[in-house]
């Protein structure tokens, strides 16, 4: 990491690649997927990289002869929602709707990164064809336990799959069944509560056995803020009440008081480091399950409010998390920006998750970051039309390939832009 850390320190704009050309007017029928919109979504597999744009629209690009190879709507009426990779069998998941059935109907599509390479989109299949995934029903891959959960609100269905070769593994069918959340190894079913109580099931994520059934006590009148469950740990949130950690084995409580730890608006649970991020108001913390506040953060103030994970990256050692972050008032020079005016450029921090240290950072004031040269006799380079600063402008997507040591952001134009060394 000590390593990676120090290429790091040296990126800068190596490639720029565009999601809209003149050929997508050809290539899709829909007259919105022409509209210029932000990038919501970049993954990267074996040298290629996707760009999905807020319209649907979702570009291919290689990253060894830096072009486009395609555009992955093989559809003329297809609009992508969203896109996961497949590392069990190198291939990449869409997730469509479809002018067709008036955009109702969540449609599954994977295609190995190997066909989508050579351009052959049409030797991809679809999935999970006998579900009805109309709103609000739902897909959801889960990478930690190999499983796919789908949701048909039409049966009030909810299904697993393996996601190694998509077989059927079972079914839990119960219109009472409010939420499921998914943990390593189990999943957290969430039953409609009463005044008093919410029924709780503890299931088996391999086979759905019930491994333990209990009702979990509510404060009278409150709003549940969230329930989650990781490992042999319940997290209960109420309104203007204190978090609650659970241990089901033994029911075991311990208290955080409301004052220390403010509702967040997303989690991430750190299932090999046995901790979890909460992110509220811009800010991110890290705490564990007795209760403490393990990290708070410097100079990591988030960019977005509503935190997602595609606009954040966090290594597969869980040690380091890169964002997209407003630049901190010490390092903002006055001249930069005219008075009163806010500035849209934002810096890409790395932080390590353990001391909250900023240990790197890509920001528009540092004089040192530049466009990086075509080399001499070099065909394979993309065209690069933005300054330094305008590609840290409005970023709204960010992905960071830990095989090439390369972060792609993506913007409010539609653009990516790879860093690198």
């Known amino acids: 990491m000590f390593y990676s850390l120090h290429v790091l320190l040296k990126l800068t704009v190596q490639e720029e690649y565009d999601t809209y050309d003149d050929e997508v007017h050809f290539l899709v029928q829909l007259p919105f997927l022409w509209t210029r919109t932000k990038i919501i979504e970049i993954v990267a597999a074996k040298d290629v990289i996707f760009a999905l744009a807020q319209s649907g629209l979702c570009a291919a690009f290689n990253r060894t002869t830096n072009k486009r190879i395609c555009y992955l709507n093989i559809s003329p009426d297809e609009v992508i929602r969203s896109l996961f990779y497949n590392k069990n069998n190198e291939s990449l998941i869409t997730v469509s709707v479809y002018e067709s059935d008036r955009f109702s109907s969540l449609k599954c599509r ?174 991110v913390a890290a705490w564990n399950f007795r209760g403490e506040l393990v990290t708070s953060f410097e100079d990591h103030e988030l960019w977005h409010p509503n935190c997602n994970t595609n606009n954040i990256y966090i290594t597969a050692d869980q040690d380091l998390i890169i964002s997209y972050c407003k630049i901190s008032k010490q390092s903002t020079d006055c001249a930069d920006s005219e008075a009163g005016e806010v500035s849209s450029m934002g810096s890409i921090n790395m932080s390590n998750i353990f001391t909250g240290k900023c240990v790197a950072k890509i920001s528009p004031s540092d004089p040192t970051l530049t466009i990086a040269p075509r080399k001499r006799g070099g065909n394979s380079r993309s065209t690069i039309h933005s300054t330094v600063p305008e590609a840290l402008e409005d970023i709204t997507a960010l992905f960071y390939d830990e095989d090439r040591n390369e972060i792609y952001t993506g913007n409010s134009k539609g653009l990516v832009h790879v860093w690198s060394n």
């Open 110 to 283: 994977t295609t190995p990164i190997e066909y989508i390479r050579r351009g052959q989109l049409n030797d991809g299949f679809p999935l999970f064809e006998t579900e009805s995934l109309k709103y609000p029903g739902f897909v959801e891959f889960d990478d930690v336990n190999g499983k796919v959960l789908t949701f048909s609100a039409q049966d009030s269905t909810y299904k697993v799959f393996d996601l190694k070769n998509y077989n059927f593994l079972y079914s839990i069918c119960d219109k009472n069944i409010q939420e499921i959340k998914i943990s390593p190894g189990i999943m957290l079913v969430i039953y409609q509560k009463t005044n008093y109580h919410v029924p709780l099931t503890i299931l088996s994520i391999e086979d759905g056995t019930p491994l333990k059934t209990f009702n979990q006590l509510l404060h009278r009148n409150r709003k549940v803020d969230f329930i989650e469950q990781f490992n042999e740990k319940l997290l209960v949130k109420q309104d203007k009440e204190n978090l609650q950690i659970i241990d089901v084995r033994n029911s075991d409580l311990i208290e955080v008081n409301k004052t220390e730890f403010m509702t967040p608006s997303a989690f991430i649970f750190l299932y090999e480091n046995n901790l979890f991020l909460t992110f509220c108001n811009r800010t």
